[in-house]
């Protein structure tokens, strides 16, 4: 069962992030109601990785890492990394999103968000963004990348 929750968690954090570099592209390109759909998809999805991943956790299924030597410093680099940006990742996520709920509901909807009392969310959520993005599209890449090196070289841990 932990398996299949731990391969559900990989589509969803995939999805998730598929959905993000949408939201990225909308935006850029003006189209604030696609980029609205796609970072609420991106982070819908981002929550429910995050419980099947808390729950596979909970089930004791976890892999360690039994590769190369020679791999086992650049592997635990990458981890490292990966778990640090990723608990980093989650007030930044929470932070863009508040400023975004906030300043929409000020501003009644996407065609009136230079509103005054909306434009200081909006422009709190930009500079939020700047930070969250890159390190969200971090975070996902590298995890990725363990799964597919647990995929080669991990070990079931039973916990």
């Known amino acids: ?3 299949i929750i731990n391969q559900w968690a990989v589509i969803t954090i995939v999805l998730s992030g598929i959905a993000l570099v949408a939201g990225v592209y909308f935006i850029k390109r003006g189209n604030r109601e696609a980029h609205l759909r796609a970072m609420a998809t991106a982070s819908a999805l981002a929550t429910v990785f995050l419980v099947l991943y ?3 956790l909970g089930l004791g299924y976890e892999k360690k890492y039994v590769g190369p030597d020679a791999w086992r410093g650049a592997y635990f680099a990458l981890l490292i990394s990966h778990i640090i940006l990723a608990a980093v990742n989650l007030p930044l996520a929470l932070g863009a999103l508040y400023n975004s709920v906030k300043g929409l509901r000020l501003a009644g909807n996407l065609g009136n968000i230079g509103a005054p009392a909306a434009r200081k969310y909006f422009n709190r959520h930009r500079a ?5 993005v890159p ?3 971090y975070v ?3 995890g990725w990348i363990i799964y597919l090196v647990l ?4 070990e079931v841990v039973k916990g």
Do not use: D, E
């Open 1 to 3: 069962m932990a398996a």
């Open 54 to 56: 808390l729950t596979r």
């Open 128 to 132: 939020w963004v700047r930070w969250t």
């Open 135 to 137: 390190v969200w599209l």
């Open 140 to 142: 996902a890449a590298t």
């Open 151 to 154: 995929g080669r070289y991990g």
